[in-house]
């Protein structure tokens, strides 16, 4: 990964060095043993080899621009031999695809509106890669080899229009999640009702495989080694949890998804997120009565539980409600609108104070220099907890991420036969227009 | 499988041309002069650049080592550091740590 991001800045033979892996945490008696040890990739001993790079001239570095041009058309072979090729090219996902001939990117065109030659946008894989560009037929191309229909190209189209990867590379294993809005999901019959999330559904299938293949093939992602660093990998990369809101049995009163963002509800719209894992409703720790489960304490209990997660994620929560339990989070908690229950979890859901401070050590100095309400939190008994809605909006200087400004999402779907959630540690990206794209 | 050839369209994007750099020149020697040694501080890998630093200045003590951390987190540029290091240093080894 190191030697690819050099070369493609332009500074292939820029001397690089390394050390033994991780050095986050490490002691100071290991970071020094490290340094007195031996590179890993070279064999040799790392502080001469530093002080040879800094005396040795490196290989002869041209200036000027090399220009990667690419060949439209690739063949003719065997379909069994093109088959093959692409597998050893790593441009699937592992499993079996269809072939993007001419006839097939054509009418997968036939999808939309919009000229092949149109850029649609570009990816990258993390901002420190390079970042590719592509048009309406590179993605068509990707969508015919996913098996996606040409009644979902619009759908694909949107995701790739925002430029958004769903194999983020970091040493983590990132997933990410696509939720469809709006009349698109009946008119191309995805499935937000009974196994929304499971392999049922041709449309969320294909739609969802089609997202992973972009990112491997239009926004330079989806190496390992290379441009993917994620040591476990994450099964939910799949088909990126490409769900459609169950808009048809939420409570009165409760708005679709993109319509909180601002888009009107005949609009279809598709909207990203980023995450990990989810959490079920039977997580641990279990209520004194079964049907507690369902009580949004239990939720704001789960929510809780995803600190596993990490200090980066600011605690930002994605609860996918089954209808039957949002009818009853509505009716018998009282809780008329998405926003009133979100609220609510954030003023409900607790951190342990000294966890906080673990994860913001600087709010510690603020505390210490008499900043509200960090100087009060200082003076709090052990055990005492704070509710995450009062975690500080700016970022602090050790979180290399801002903190998500609406930290709990809230999205129904499901089939009515269980009173169900999930709580994934999904935060949103960003939303797209797929109506633009028809 | 079919036994027909065919042709397939290529499902790459674009990607954009690589503008080469030209690496600065090396030292003829360390001795005497200036080198940075910046931490882009990635999380929790602060003693790691102390124990360099450290070594650095104890085996290669005619040399002037600085230490600095960049502005911001490992994500974000610097341009105003990069400019200090051009000015007075000589060289500079920038460690990204994980």
């Known amino acids: ?438 | 499988m079919l036994s027909a050839r065919l042709k397939v369209l290529n499902p790459l994007g674009t990607p954009p041309p690589i503008r080469r750099l030209r690496l600065a020149p090396r030292l003829p020697t360390i001795e005497g002069k200036t080198i940075y040694v910046v931490d882009v501080k990635y999380p929790a890998t602060k003693p790691f650049f102390q124990e360099l630093l450290s070594l650095l200045a104890t085996r290669y003590a005619r040399t002037k080592w600085v230490i600095r951390e960049k502005v911001g987190t490992y994500f974000e540029d610097d341009p105003s550091l990069w400019e200090e290091i051009k000015r007075d240093g000589d060289a500079m080894i920038i460690g990204i740590g994980h």
């Open chain 1, 1 to 438: 990964m190191v030697f690819e991001v050099a070369e493609k800045k332009g500074a292939a033979s820029i001397p690089i060095c390394f050390v033994p892996h991780p050095v986050f945490g490490r002691s100071a008696e290991q970071c020094r043993e490290y340094l007195e040890g031996l590179d890993p990739i070279t064999g040799r001993p790392i502080l001469e080899e530093i002080v040879t790079f800094l005396t040795s001239a490196p290989a002869e570095e041209k200036e000027g621009v090399i220009e990667r041009m690419r060949e439209r058309e690739i063949g003719p072979d065997t379909e069994e031999n093109l088959v093959r090729l692409f597998h050893e090219n790593g441009w699937t996902d592992g499993l079996p695809i269809i072939l993007p001939t001419e006839e097939r990117v054509e009418e997968m065109l036939k999808g939309t509106s919009h000229p092949p030659d149109e850029i649609v946008g570009s990816m990258r894989p993390n901002p420190d890669h390079e970042a590719w560009s592509y048009t309406v037929e590179q993605v068509a191309i990707n969508a015919v080899m996913a098996g996606a229909k040409k009644e979902y190209l619009p759908v694909i189209l949107a995701v790739a229009s925002t430029g958004t990867t769903s194999l983020f590379t970091s040493t983590n294993s990132w997933a990410r999640m696509m939720l469809v809005n709006g009349p698109v999901r009946k008119e191309i019959g995805m499935n937000s009702g009974i196994g929304a999330m499971g392999p049922f559904c041709e449309a969320n299938s294909t739609i969802g495989r089609a997202w992973t293949l972009i990112s491997k093939n239009l926004g330079n992602g989806g190496r390992p080694g290379v441009n993917y660093m994620g040591t476990q990998g994450n099964n939910l990369n799949y088909n990126n949890v490409c769900i459609a809101e169950n808009e048809e049995n939420m409570p009165d009163g409760w708005r679709p998804f993109h319509v909180q963002k601002g888009y009107r509800a005949e609009e279809s719209v598709v909207s990203l997120f980023a995450g990990l894992h989810f959490r079920p409703a039977m997580e641990p720790p279990p209520p004194v009565e079964p049907w507690a489960y369902t009580s949004p304490q239990h939720i704001a209990s789960v929510i809780r539980n995803l600190r596993s997660v990490g200090p980066y994620l600011n605690y930002s929560a994605c609860v996918l409600v089954e209808p039957l339990l949002a009818q009853d989070l509505a009716r018998i908690y009282g809780f008329q609108t998405k926003e009133d229950l979100t609220e609510w979890l954030k003023d409900n859901t607790f951190l342990d104070v000294w966890e906080y401070f673990r994860i913001y050590p600087s709010d510690v100095e603020r505390g210490l220099d008499g900043l509200e309400p960090y100087a009060s939190w200082l003076n709090l008994p052990q055990g005492a907890t704070i509710p995450i809605k009062k975690f500080r909006l700016e970022k602090p200087p050790e979180v290399p991420f801002r903190r998500h400004e609406e930290p709990i999402s809230l999205i129904v779907l499901g089939g009515k036969t269980n009173h169900w959630y999930y709580v994934g540690d999904f935060f949103y990206l960003t939303s797209a227009s797929i109506d633009r794209w028809r």
